[in-house]
Every structure is written in C-alpha cells, then in structure tokens.
C-alpha cells in the first residue's frame, strides 16, 4: 500500500479541542474505552471461528495487554482480536463517525459543562486524545493476504497512514502522553483505572511496565502473570453453580465490606430482557454507617456507572449490588441513558424481584425474615415510601416489633385484637351486639372513626410507664423508633382505610379507667383545674380526671396524635437553626387520677401551701414519662424533690 496522508473526514477544522474540552469528565476513562474496543474485536475473531470462516490457532489464547512507559512517557493497549485493513482504518478511523461529528459539533460546541458525548457518534477510540498529543495505531487484519497497517495522528485534523511492521493478527495502539496526563503512565496508577472500569470485561487484560524482567520464583522459573479482571463474574453464572461462600467473597472482594451481607437476590432473565446481577442486603450499623449503599451498572461486563437513577430506583440504592443489562439503551458514550419505556421496565423487574424475594421468605422462612428485619427496615419503609407497586406488595408482609418482642404483620395483629375482644373475660366466645341503624339521628353530627387503633412506641424508656399500663391490662403496641417511622406510618393510614396509627400515650384508652358518667367527676376536674392551673401559672392547661384502675398512677400526660405528628413533622423539615418554638407546643392534657391517694389530698386540701408544690411535682412526673424536661424545667425539678424531702423529715 502507497503512503497515505489525507484530512480527517469532518467538517470542523479541529475536533480535537472540542473532545478534550467536552468528552468526559473523568479523563481516566479513556481506560474504559480502548481496552472494551479491544474485547469487541477479540469478541467478532471468535464468533468468526465459531462460524467456519476463520481458524483460530490451537496455541490462541485472547488477551489484551497494557504496557506503560513512564520513561517514553507512552502507554500501548495491545489486543489479539481481528484486527483491520487500511480500508476499515479509514473507514472506522479516518472518517470521524461519519455525518454524526457534525451533529457532535453542533450540539456541543456552546455547552461548557456537557460531559460523556462520545461514544453516541462512535469516537470511543478517540477518547485516547484526551491525554494524548500524538496516537499511533498498527494493525493486522484476520483476512488472508492483508497487510500491516500504520496510522498516526498528532491531534489535529491531518493523519498519515501507510504500510505498517506489526505482523501478529490484532491491533496496537500507543499514546505518546501530553505533561498533564503523566501519571496515567505509571504503572499504580493504571492498575487502580483499569480495576475501576475493567474489573469483569470478558477478556483476560494484563499490565505490564516496558523494560520489566518477567517474575521468577526461587527456583528460578518465570511465574505466569495474573489478569487484572476476572472474566466471568459471578453474576454471569447460573444460581445454582453458586455457593453461600462464593457470594459472601465477590461482596468483599467487589465492596470491600468485611460484614457479611444479610442475604443477596441473584437476578437472572433473559425475556423480555437480558438482564443479570446480583444484589446484597448490607448489615448496616444505623448510628455510624451511611445508608447509602452502591449498585455498579455494566454493559456486557463493562463498567458503566455507580447508582443510575433511571436503572435503578431510588429506594434499592441503599442496597450494594452489580446488574449487567446487555440491552441498555444507552446514549453517549455507554454513560447515558435514552429516556424510553425500556428504562422504566428494567426498574420495575428489579423491584418486583426484590418484592417477591422478601415476600417469598416472609411466607417461607420468617424466622430468618424476623432475624433480618431490624436491619431491612429502613430499605423496606423507603421503598414502600418511594414506590408505590412496592408499597402494594410488601403492604401484608411489613413486621412491626411489639412491646412483648415479638415480630408481627398488621394482619396478624388486628386478626389477634378482633379475636380478643371477641370473647368475655372468660374466654367465652360473645355475640357482637347489634346496633339497628337510627334513622333519626342528627345528620349534621360527624360520621363515627370506625377505623381501628393500631398503637406504637417511639421510646421504650421514655414511655415504659405507658409500656407498663399496656402490659397489665393485656394489651399490645408496636415499636416504632426509627426516624422514617412518622413518614411511613401516614403513608400506611392514607392507603389502608381500615386502620390508624396513635402513639401509647396519646390517650386514655377505655381498658385502664373505669366506667363513668359524664357529670360524675365534673366537680373533681373543675376543682383540679382552677389548682393546677394556679400553680403551673398556665391558664391554657387542659386538665382531665380519670378513675384508673391502678390507683399506684397518680398522674399521666397525653399528647393529641394529630397535633405531635405535626410537631415530629415540622422538626423533621425545619431549617438548621430555626426555633421551634415559633410553632407552637403540641396538644397536650394533664390526666388525673380521682382513685390516686396524693391526687385526692390536692382535692380536699387545695388551699394548703404545699399544694402548689405536689401539684408542680405531679405535672413534672407527668411530663418525664412522656419526654425529656428543658434544663430549666429540670433544675426546677430537682430543686423541688429536694423540698418535698424535707418536708417528709418534719
């Protein structure tokens, strides 16, 4: 072949500028995009095998190899795939992506911060100058009776191309490094690139430093140097080919976390859609760890991004995983992704297989579904918050702690409370009495809440005093103590319209006093009141008397549901800084106790000097079983139990 020079087949005068400036933001993934061009040809020799028109030799094994030279300041990416002739140099290389640069150029020349834009037009080859001042290609073609080629181009829009000297069947490519790209030279620093993006590409890839004497042992033998990749990852593989263990090493291996996983879900489809992977529950350590997790995309065994929003929703990024989807849609240079439906159907798959699989171990294994629980509830509540097909799913299948340390569903749990109180103290089975509906009832009068109570703590020690009500009288809430917990429950309340949530100690429930009329105690609150308020200088305070069955129970504090929801709520989405008491304290009333022996010494002795005191003390007592006192308040406190002592010594 006679020499060749020519112009690169583009309409701008330079392109060159315009990909160093735009191309990516992460100049390292040149790496990515040599070394996977290389697979691609290693890939198209061996199917060309595979199909009778070309013998590979029996001694053939694939490989690409990388040599750094920190010394000649170049880098050369070496593969044994099919190689090409001068006519496909100039068709692959010399002609820029075809019509596509001009579009290139045209969309991007106005965007200073517009990154990954290659590979859409083809030019993943061109990426090299990025870091390069000056790109030499030699190759040799498969095809019987083709000749070495040589390219070289030193960044602008002129190249030379001739016959070259390279005579193994493949493609070398060198990059002579401008000063700003050193480093990609050294050998460390290619090793850490090459692991980013290169981990599980197909073929077996091997980094050298030129000049380097081959390894040897102590006998003196040359040691066989080891891939940097591993060429078939776990996810390639069918479940059934893995064991616990070897699940357990790819996650240390792959993230790097020494606590073992809770359990994995190995995806596996291949309709409608090619897609596989793997993804792990983390143990998480709430109080120290992020719950951000990390989920690595890849495109046949490419490297593509941490954590794509439109592959992966949102809720499944606190899990840590790999999926390989040969099928992407992707745009731009593998990185981008074209916004269709396809999209949305590999995002929902990946959430309807989660779903299943912890629906699946709920009906199946829920001793271990019980063991985890505590650790996937923050992933399952979020998920259920963020997503509503999931919500749906999960809906009969989200375990809640009780106060008795046992997992149950809300199922199970209002199944247990309508069974309850359908039978006497007896145990005896009782007849739900009917009410005949009255057609003469005031219509104006607001509809009856019909929905059942499910009740919940938030602080086991702050509330054990309710905790304790509960217990003795038999009956049961759930633990709710996580930060997500106030979001998730109203989401629970908007779309299930057979139940409501109301923290322990947000009323007086019927079971803890005895049945009185409405005018029996109307004395007893007037008079408690008009004290209380006096000595608690609050004329705002809304006091209620109650005959409990412990008569032990002097005082309790409950706080409106609605009203501390909305308090949690705003505290939740409050600015750093702001005073929250702008918005007001929550609803609260001070309960008495009419059967307590203190409470009804204020009553017949309400003009005694220390009244004031038991009274301040009583609403304290009251306060510290439902939440911390202010350090005023506190101080206050201590200062008064002091008093109240000395009196006890006269």
Partial sequence: MSNKKGSLSITSENIFPVIKKWLYSDHDIFYRELISNGCDAITKLKKLDMMGEYSLPLDYKAKIQVIVSPEDKTLTFIDNGLGMTSEEVDEYINQIAFS?????????????????????????????????????????SYKEGATPVHWECDGGTEFEMGDGEWDQVGTKITLFLNEDCLEFANEYRAREVITKYCS???????????????????????????????????????????????????????????KEPLFWIHLNMDYPFNLKGILYFPKINTEYDSIEGTIKLYNNQVFIADNIKEVIPEFLMLLKGVIDCPDLPLNVSRSALQNDGFVTKISEYITKKVADKLTGMCKTDKESYEKYWDDIAPFIKFGCLKDTKFCDKMNDYILFKDINDKYTTLPELLVKEDEEKATDENGETVEAEVVEDNKDADETKEPEDTRKTVYYVTDLQQQSQYVNMFKEQGMNAVILDHAIDTSFITQLEQRNENYKFCRIDADVTDTMVEETSEDELKTETETLTDVFRKALNNEGLEVKVEKFKNKDLSSMLTVSEESRRMQDMMRMYAMGGMDMNMFGSASETLVLNANNDLVQYILNNKDSENVPTFAAQLYDLAKLANAPLSPEAMTEFVARSNKIMMLLTK
């Avoid at 045209?106 to 517009?114: C, F, I, N, R, V």
């Fill in 100 to 140: 596509g640069a001009t579009d290139f150029l045209e969309k991007y020349k106005d965007k200073a911060d517009s990154d990954q834009i290659i590979g859409h037009f083809g030019l993943g080859f061109y990426s090299a100058f990025m870091v390069a001042d000056e790109v030499h290609i030699d190759t040799l």
């Fill in 200 to 258: 599980f590409m197909p073929t077996e890839i091997y980094l050298s430093k030129k000049g380097e004497e081959p390894k040897k042992d102590d006998d003196g033998n040359v040691i066989e140097p080891t891939p940097l990749n591993e060429t078939q990852p776990l996810w390639t593989k069918s479940p059934s080919e893995c064991t616990d263990d070897d699940y357990k090493a790819f996650y240390r291996d792959v993230f790097h976390d020494y």
